[in-house]
Each structure stands twice: as structure tokens, then as C-alpha cells.
DNA sequence: GCGACAG
DNA sequence: ATCTTGTCGC
């Protein structure tokens, strides 16, 4: 697929600050999204030994949840890890990896905030202008503020709030299991993202489109 | 000054 | 993210 919005990644924290200020403008929190016949997931592993990041994006059928396609990048850490800039570490391989895919897939998942962010450009915003690709949060913990009790059951969710505004929803995707926070990346509203969220965790707390890219790098960096 | 802080 | 043993359960 074909990266369409670029810039330099090499910056200082505040050019990044700014950076994130001004893509936020670009946003699109409804949807804008085609039938999606894939869905592709996207992960990162570190090795601190050498500072090397390899990332990898797996396309997944969207029903069968089959993989079609998958692609793998190396990169050494350009950027440090700071909360709220945590794209700029992550996302140079990330972009490296989905720019080798043959086919650009309907919907990627990403490993960590949407717009449930300070200044709302979490990595799924970042990912989804870079390639104006419909793109959706999915991360394991809250990076800021708290949310209101969640079900118990699986599809149960409530919402995350920060200063007075909807950016997300805490949602339990298995029954009795631990929710994952889910905001909107680009070109795809939080309900319709929720029903992705809870249509591709058939059997784990997380989207197997992440599992798989997880999985994968995982298993990169072993060797 | 102190605490909070995606992966 | 990564460092790590055993243990509970299907």
C-alpha cells in the first residue's frame, strides 16, 4: 500500500508536540469506510540490547480471519519512549512494514490509543492519515484518566472521558476478562469500531489481527 | 514539589 | 516493550 502524507521523523519532543497538534485537525471521527473485505493488524518488539525495533503487518480475511499477507521491517530507535509521543518510536518501521503490502487493507488495528489521547493523535490517528486508511485504537491499558465501571460480560463497555468529551470506550471483549480501550484512529466512528473490536476477539481479550502481528515480530526478534 | 505516564 | 516459575485449567 501506498504511504500518501509524509514527514520528517527525526524531530525534537516539541516539533513532535506541534507536530501532533496540527494533524489532529485531520482527523475524521465518522465513517468513511468501504466494505471491508480485510483487516490488517500492526505490533512492534523491541530489543534494548542492540535498540533495534522490528515491526510487522499481518492482513487478515475479515470473516474467515484467514492471514492473506504479511510484512516485516527492522529499524533502529530514532525516538525515544515518551508518553503521548508514542508514535514517533513506533511508527517509522510501521509505516516501513505497511508500505510493502501489495494490497492496502480496509481496516488496520493498532496496538494502542486512537484520539483517547491528550491532544488526541494517538498511533491509530497517526497511521490512519499517513496512509488515509480507516484505522482503529485497540490498547491494553488507559494512557490518561480512568472510566466508569464496565460490565462483566463480553460486548458490556462504558465510556472514557476527558474534559467533559467522549474519546473512547472501555470495552470487555470476553466475559469476565480484563476490557481494552478503544477510540477512533481515522474515518471510522467508536460504535463501529467497538463491533470491529468485539467481531475480530473471537477467542482472546485482544483482535486476532494483533495477536497475529504480535506473534510475529516476536518470533523476528529471536533471531 | 509530587504524581501520572499507550508500548 | 521486556525481564521471568510455577500453576491453574481445558
Not at 491532544?119 to 490518561?144: E, N, S, Y
Not at 467522549?166 to 484512529?185: C, E, F, H, M, W
Not at 482472546?204 to 504480535?214: G, Q, S, V
Request: charged share 25%; net charge neutral.
Amino acid at each position: 500500500m501506498e504511504q500518501v502524507v509524509f514527514h520528517d521523523w527525526k524531530l525534537s519532543e516539541a516539533e513532535a508536540l506541534e507536530l501532533q497538534c496540527q494533524f489532529a485537525g485531520r482527523v475524521e471521527r465518522t465513517d468513511r469506510i468501504d466494505y471491508v473485505n480485510t483487516v490488517a493488524g500492526v505490533d512492534v518488539a523491541y530489543d534494548e540490547q542492540s535498540n533495534r525495533l522490528v515491526a510487522a503487518a499481518v492482513v487478515l480475511n475479515a470473516t474467515s480471519l484467514t492471514i492473506i499477507e504479511q510484512a516485516i521491517a527492522e529499524d533502529v530507535a530514532q525516538f525515544p519512549y515518551i508518553p503521548g509521543l508514542f508514535s514517533f518510536r513506533e511508527l517509522p518501521p510501521i509505516a516501513k512494514a505497511l508500505s510493502q503490502l501489495k494490497c492496502k487493507p480496509d481496516l488496520i488495528i493498532c496496538d494502542g490509543q486512537g484520539i483517547a489521547h491528550p491532544r488526541r493523535f494517538g498511533l491509530a490517528c497517526h497511521v490512519g492519515i499517513l496512509f488515509d486508511v480507516p484505522t482503529i485504537g485497540c490498547g491494553k491499558t488507559l494512557l490518561r484518566g480512568a472510566h466508569e465501571t464496565v460490565g462483566t460480560i463480553r460486548g458490556d463497555y462504558a465510556p472514557l472521558i476527558d474534559d467533559r468529551e467522549i474519546i473512547g470506550r472501555a470495552l470487555r471483549t470476553q466475559d469476565g476478562i480484563k476490557p481494552v480501550y478503544v477510540s477512533t484512529g481515522h474515518r471510522v466512528s467508536l460504535p463501529t469500531a467497538c463491533t470491529w473490536i468485539l467481531a475480530l476477539c473471537t477467542k482472546y481479550r485482544l483482535p486476532e489481527t494483533t495477536r497475529h502481528a504480535d506473534q510475529l515480530v516476536k518470533s523476528l526478534l529471536k533471531r
